[in-house]
């Protein structure tokens, strides 16, 4: 065959490959991947020949005496529809057994194992990691189980060294683990908590390009001096201390280069692990560990964007909180790897004097109450070594990269349930928590009020310790399987660290007395004159309009009541949401009762004897069975490919 015609020949076979998978599609009413639906097509014209044989010898051979015509356009029409039903039932089978996205495509394919490669040798190295500090029995489960206090020590220790070795992300997840109480044993979070993310600090050759790159020009001409020893380092950047051409002495943190790919890669691991344990083991499902996952990564990827830590800065300064200092950031110099901030001249916190604690911790404890309780902008990790001593005797706060919202809601229910707790109501603290978490279905209520009245028991009553007060609240919100919010568990964790520094301040810090004179002073101020009549103009500003409407609108209900014309009109299926469902529902009902309909003519007339012949022995009344029974077997195939169809697929 000459090329033209062989040409012409792959064009009409193309576009008919083309105009079955466009039929096959349009009958199914789902829309389908063009390539599935190209290869269902291509696949039933190879089918064809052997599909359509037998059905075409079944029907007998055709008679020259007889009239063919009505015959073969009720045959023509049947081989069409079986051409069309063989790429149909090759969709809806791909449907049922491969839904799409199942398989990834080509593309997806090869990002996918590039991915799992680079996480494969990631994974080595962490198990290399692991194993080298003694930790390899536990990641294969044969791990010794430690009951004595020695054992849980040597064992926290170990997982200490890998968390350090393993880089930033770890040492961050071990810094976070190090404030859940709930979660792990006393030994872990001490030993976790002298996790100080240290590290040797870059070379300055390294430094250098992204201070230029980031500030838009040299060095020597941003900066009037600039250190290039650091002063800090840590993983994720290093602090160097300037001096502005205006004069101002500032700290410049610089992050490290190429930290973002290793903690991206780090994050996509932790996430993975957390949902496969909460897929397989019920302590990873009541815990929520996808959740905390996401926000663990979410906190830190915010760690690695400085313009946020200075957005969080700002914020928490705005906010004020007693006599506290923040240092300013130079909003114009900061960038995604840069934070110019203004430097505070001080030494860090744990040089501070004796007899400078109890001051010291009084005014960061109504620091970070007024934070949380009245400007809903507060610093979530006060660790001591976020805190400096400064040289006119105040604290400083330093560190804004992890920082808690919280809205007016959740404020006003967070007051309730510390107010509750001065009060020593487990009622009210009960009722007050389940307004802060979201509530389960089967909690058992009276259980949680016992548990909270012998906590506050324990910890509030005269000559009660109240330093493991937060530690304690969050095993029992833990035990009792209360999901706590990811704002409200910042707040948590921000008033447990809270706790292991006013330790470090001062020793014996009475935590419940100071909450309580911080309490009544919270309570003098909304109760002033000035507060009260504000609060009372407010909501008479919102109530005034509605109290305008009121007596008309009773008027009219009243009259329409007297003259028996008082009726309530409710209209159903408002939301268009709901109309296009039921119109779906209907839609589906109608066509399995149209198909079912069907197929049963389709039976009663293939067992229908007589009638005129039109194909050898077929009668006509047969094959108008045999066309029903195709028209039905479309239209169940069309029910089940939307019954088949993934929500969202």
């Given amino acids: 065959m000459a090329l033209p015609a062989q040409l012409f020949v792959w064009l009409v076979t193309l576009l008919m490959i083309i105009a079955l998978a466009t039929a096959a599609q349009r009958l199914l009413g789902v829309r389908f991947g063009r390539l599935r639906t190209f290869v269902a097509a291509l696949a039933a014209f190879g089918l064809a020949q052997p599909v359509l044989s037998p059905i075409l010898n ?4 055709l008679d020259q005496d007889q009239v063919p015509e009505a015959g073969a356009i009720w045959l023509l029409l049947l081989i069409v529809m079986c051409l069309v039903l063989i790429p149909m039932v090759l969709l809806v089978m791909a449907e049922a057994l491969v839904p799409p996205g199942s398989v990834p495509g080509p593309l997806e394919l090869f990002r996918s194992l590039r991915g799992r490669l680079s996480r494969a040798r990631r994974y080595s190295q962490i198990t290399r990691i692991a194993i080298r500090h003694g930790l390899g029995p536990y990641l294969r489960g044969r791990g010794e189980r430690v009951e004595d206090r020695s054992a849980k020590v040597r064992l926290a220790g170990s997982l200490r060294a890998a968390l350090d070795d393993g880089g930033v992300t770890f040492v961050k997840l071990g810094q976070v683990l190090s404030t859940r109480r709930d979660l792990l044993p006393a030994e872990f979070v001490e030993e976790l908590g002298r996790l100080q993310d240290q590290v040797a600090p870059a070379p300055w050759a390294e430094i250098e390009p992204v201070l230029t790159a ?6 020597e001409e941003i900066f009037a001096e600039f250190g290039r020893t650091p002063l800090a380092a840590a993983s994720v950047g290093q602090v160097h201390t300037a001096r502005l051409h205006t004069g101002e002495s500032v700290v410049v943190k610089v992050q490290r280069p190429g930290i973002g790919a290793v903690v991206a890669k780090d994050l996509d691991i932790v996430r993975r692990l957390a949902a496969t344990l909460e897929d397989r083991t019920r302590w990873g499902r009541s815990l929520g560990l996808r959740d905390l996952a996401e926000g663990f990564a979410a906190a830190v990827r915010e ?7 200075a957005a969080n800065m700002a914020a928490v300064a705005a906010s ?20 110019v901030m203004q430097r505070l001249p001080g030494k860090p916190v744990t040089t501070a004097h004796r007899d ?3 001051h010291l911790a009084r005014g960061l404890l109504d620091c970070l109450l007024r934070q949380i309780l009245v400007e809903g902008v507060f610093h979530a990790d006060p660790h001591p070594g976020n805190l400096m001593l400064l040289d006119d005797g105040t604290l400083g706060l330093l560190d804004f990269g992890s920082v808690g919202r919280l809205d007016a809601a959740m404020r006003s229910a967070l007051q309730r349930f510390l107010l509750a707790m001065n009060r020593q109501d487990p009622l009210g603290v009960t009722d007050a928590l389940l307004e802060v978490v979201p509530r389960p279905e089967d909690i058992d209520e009276a259980a949680l009020q016992r548990a909270l009245g012998q906590l506050m028991a324990r910890h509030l009553g005269p000559g009660t310790d109240s330093l493991r007060l937060f530690t304690d609240l969050f095993k029992i919100v833990s035990a009792y399987g209360l999901s706590i919010p990811p704002e409200v568990a910042a707040v948590f964790r921000a008033l447990a660290t809270l706790e292991g520094t006013l330790v470090r301040l001062s ?10 004179a911080f309490a009544g002073r919270y309570l ?5 004159p000035e507060t009260v009549r504000e609060s009372l103009t407010q909501e008479l500003s919102a109530l005034l309009p509605m109290l305008r409407r009121l007596p008309r609108r009773v008027e009219r209900i009243a009259s329409a009541a007297e003259h028996g014309r ?11 949401r709901d109309r296009r469902y039921l119109t779906g529902l209907l839609h589906q009902v109608l066509l399995t009762v149209l198909g079912a309909t069907a197929g049963v003519m389709a039976v009663i007339l293939l067992g229908t004897d007589g009638g005129p012949r039109v194909l050898g022995a077929t009668s006509l009344y047969q094959l108008l069975g045999y066309n029903l029974l195709v028209i039905a077997a479309i239209l169940a195939l069309r029910v089940l490919a939307v019954i088949f169809r993934r929500p969202g697929g």
């Fill in 58 to 61: 079944s029907l007998g051979e």
């Fill in 214 to 219: 980031d500030l838009g020009g040299p060095v």
């Fill in 303 to 309: 760690e690695l964007d400085f313009r946020v830590e």
């Fill in 320 to 339: 004020g909180g007693g006599g506290v200092t923040y240092p300013a950031p130079f909003t114009a110099m900061c960038t995604e790897r840069v934070l």
């Fill in 356 to 358: 400078q604690g109890p």
């Fill in 507 to 516: 020793p014996g810090f009475d935590l419940i007395g100071e909450a309580r």
């Fill in 524 to 528: 003098a101020e909304r109760v002033s």
């Fill in 566 to 576: 008082f009726s309530m009109n409710v209209r159903l299926l408002a939301d268009d």
